[in-house]
């Protein structure tokens, strides 16, 4: 399959109900497979967060989901800190920045399934898109922790810089890697069903 074929197939956003209900249910089972450390976490997988609540915003029509997403998240961090698998080091008041930082998140991905229409053209803009949504995202999710968390006594906009310069690139690279899969598994399953579709339509 060619990367143009893999995008025209990737049309945004998906409408059938069966469809919205397996995304909205394999976007949850992805975010308790990898957040946090608990009975239902697969070792060594980075956490799909940021990429969860951008997808929800690309593929799934619900508002609810992202308050819903949300509160699974901070389900499993207080099922975590509860079983002892991590420490409260990241659970400060600081802790609710990554409200606006998932609702920044989704709000990219809903704005690009509105861009999603031609097939080339939806590669720079689908990059450009992750690169903004994470340095928002880590702007209000780092920028929260490190100034309001408490856990750092005398903060300074050059040290920040600093945590931007270290952490950004690996999220950004993580929630580009997440997406991209997510995308041409689902331009897959299309072509797979385009295909069957054809085959059918062939032998009526």
Not at 26 to 52: C, E, K, N, Y
Not at 143 to 158: E, I, K
């Amino acid at each position: 399959m060619s990367p143009a074929t893999t995008l025209s197939a990737a049309t945004l956003p998906l409408s059938s109900r069966k469809v919205q209900i397996a995304v909205g249910v394999a976007l949850a089972a992805l975010m308790i497979a990898t957040r946090g450390q608990h009975f239902a976490t697969v070792d060594r997988l980075p956490s799909a967060s940021w990429a969860i609540f951008f997808l929800a915003g690309a593929l799934l029509r619900p508002m609810w989901m992202l308050p819903l997403l949300f509160v699974l998240a901070s389900l499993l961090d207080m099922i975590s800190l509860g079983t002892g698998s991590i420490s409260d080091w990241c659970l400060s008041p600081a802790y609710w920045a990554l409200a606006p930082a998932y609702a920044s998140l989704w709000l990219a991905g809903f704005h690009y399934s509105r861009l999603h229409r031609e097939r080339w053209s939806t590669v720079p803009k689908l990059a450009l898109m992750l690169a903004l949504a994470a340095l928002v995202a880590y702007l209000c999710s780092g920028g929260g922790f490190y100034f309001f968390s408490g856990r750092y006594p005398d903060p300074t906009l050059t040290g920040f810089a600093e945590r931007i310069a270290h952490y950004y690139p690996r999220n950004l690279g993580t929630l580009a890697g997440y997406v991209g899969a997510a995308f041409a598994l689902l331009a897959s399953v299309r072509a797979l069903g385009a295909g069957r579709a054809a085959q059918h339509g062939a032998r009526a």
